[in-house]
DNA sequence: GTGAAAGCGCTAACAT
DNA sequence: ATGTTAGCGCTTTCAC
């Protein structure tokens, strides 16, 4: 690799150094004409400035750090791609950090993030974080950090989230409209709060229609198919549900998947809704009612957020409200 | 951030930087109790070495680019998986790139990654790509560079590829077994090496059953699912056709897509056989016979030969040749 | 308008 | 075994 500096243009060019940096930042207090054949020259070499000495010597890397859970995931891999239409546009290069659900992956990705000096970070945090002081001290420190889909419970930094409620809210009522009485709950711990959130708008649209929910209904499953297929097997053995309602991706399939297994007979009359961001889900048999959620455009704002934040000279005038998507 | 340096500790155990630096790489020069009070103390504040500053010092930065034509896509998302699975563990992180299926992305994403000092390249390249200089210009300069799955005609490098020629054969056994007569094939241009691979595993299975190849059951689509709309209405005119042979993912699915809306009944009396890596494709009725790459292990060995080169400080031993994942 | 020089954090000769 | 120093490529005072 030609490993070109600007001390290689300032000697073709017999400038000095100072001069080639001035005028490849456009610098206003320099010949336009010296400006100018500096400017073609480092284009006729492809040259391009060492991004190590310059976010070395300067604070900036251009580069924004993603924390997920995993990239292997529909819903999390558009959310990067939206992401990184903003950031791409901008100048910034995303550097991938997975945590696989897990507390301890997440302290430490964050730690190699800011070792790495990355400008920002935008987290989705793991489905076992309960302890929010790596965050919190991040924020403390006026580090940029954006929060989306799955948010803690944390001030003075932006959570961008989808609206769960409504969502979850709407397709139970559609349930509802086409008869369904006795309508159990499937998910995922309801630490994370957009989990806890779908619960929430599920139950109020069960309120608003009078219908009350019986607690044993409820089923929470960690991420593992085994005790989604227990939760079924323990659900189904009440004859009189009629819907199942299913509060995350994994979790939707895993259902429709039990289902097709050990109750194909029943699955015809149960209706199944819930939420997915498979883009294939509308082709299975029998359908799922789905909510799709707006994932690349959560991922557009996040990084929107997160730019304006990193690019702003002043804290105060930093972006800290919470946006919800519809 | 606490952006500490090397010179905090040193002031505050009261040696040198060098001696700091050297305690910390665990060189064996160095006093073993001056070294254990050093890392302690290192590891109480949390420090992390200022990455920027090493790779500017000297040479390699720890950070894999990662080129392919979209991220959002279960394939390339869980080959990513594979690759970060192996160079977590070996301290790298990656930086991901996406090209968007285009050629001029593709060389322009190149130059960005070569400027960020990566310390090696994994791509797979873009359906556009038909010009290999950018590429072949890396590998004179020995820069350490693999490709995977979608590969060009480059020597010298490895290429990383799945047996797209059995797979295809394989399946297509399976449904000449099943009593096909007339299959069609949909695919992409065969412009990309595995694409073309799967439609000579086909032929030749076609072939070895004395079955001839009508060049008009052949379509080939772009990346617009209009295309395929057309081919499958184009095809269908023919009622002898009995099957239908997807050669990439997104084919497979806009085929099905088509077919269920426009031809209903027919999709019921058609074999559809194809290339996927949805996860729940196996869900759809009617069943599609799918061939699922090992993706994971694609990228596993992906990263393995990368790093190796990476690592590697003579250019003799390289690993230069190619794998063929089954 | 341009150059000389210092320094970002770290490592590796080269001393001692 | 440890300290001193130079320099990686760049930006930025401070001179002129």
């Not at 995993?70 to 546009?89: K, R």
């Not at 935008?122 to 002081?133: L, P, Q, R, V, Y």
């Not at 940029?144 to 769960?164: A, G, W």
């Not at 989604?228 to 939707?252: M, P």
């Amino acid at each position: 690799m030609q490993t070109l500096t600007i001390k290689d243009i300032a000697k073709a060019l017999g400038v000095s150094t100072s001069t080639v940096s001035r005028a490849l930042r456009d610098s206003h207090e320099i010949n336009p004409l010296t400006k100018l054949k500096i400017i073609e020259y480092a284009k006729s070499i492809h040259f391009i400035p060492n991004p190590m000495a310059v976010s070395l010597r300067g604070k900036i890397n251009k580069s924004i750090a993603i924390i997920v859970p995993t990239l292997h995931n529909s819903f999390f891999s558009e959310v990067i791609e939206g992401i990184d239409s903003v950031a791409h546009e901008k100048g910034y290069h995303l550097t991938i950090f997975q945590t696989h659900e897990s507390f301890e992956r997440e302290v430490e990705e964050i730690h190699q993030a800011i070792g790495r000096r990355v400008d920002g970070i935008a987290i989705s945090i793991s489905g076992s974080t309960n302890n929010f002081d790596h965050l919190a001290n991040l924020v403390d420190a006026k580090f940029p950090l954006v929060f989306f889909d799955r948010v803690p419970d944390l001030t003075d930094t932006p959570k961008i989230t989808i609206d769960n409620l409504t969502l979850a809210y709407e397709c139970t009522q559609k349930i509802i409209d086409k008869g369904a009485k006795k309508i159990a709950h499937i998910t995922t711990p309801l630490i994370l709060k957009n989990i806890k959130e779908r619960f929430d708008g599920f139950l109020k649209c069960l309120k608003d229609n009078s219908i009350d929910f019986d607690s044993n209904l409820l089923k929470v499953c960690h991420f593992d198919p085994k005790e989604a297929e227990e939760a079924v097997i323990e659900l189904l053995k009440n004859d009189e549900i009629d819907a199942i309602f299913t509060g995350s991706d994994r979790i939707t399939v895993d259902v429709f998947r039990v289902l097709k297994k050990l109750f194909p007979e029943r699955q015809e009359k149960i209706f199944q809704f819930g939420f997915s961001n498979h883009n294939i889900v509308d082709l299975i048999t029998p359908p799922i009612l789905v909510v799709k959620q707006p994932a690349f455009q959560l991922g557009v704002v996040t990084a929107q957020n997160l730019l304006h934040n990193i690019e702003c000279k002043s804290h105060n005038a930093w972006k800290k409200e919470d946006v919800r998507i519809r």
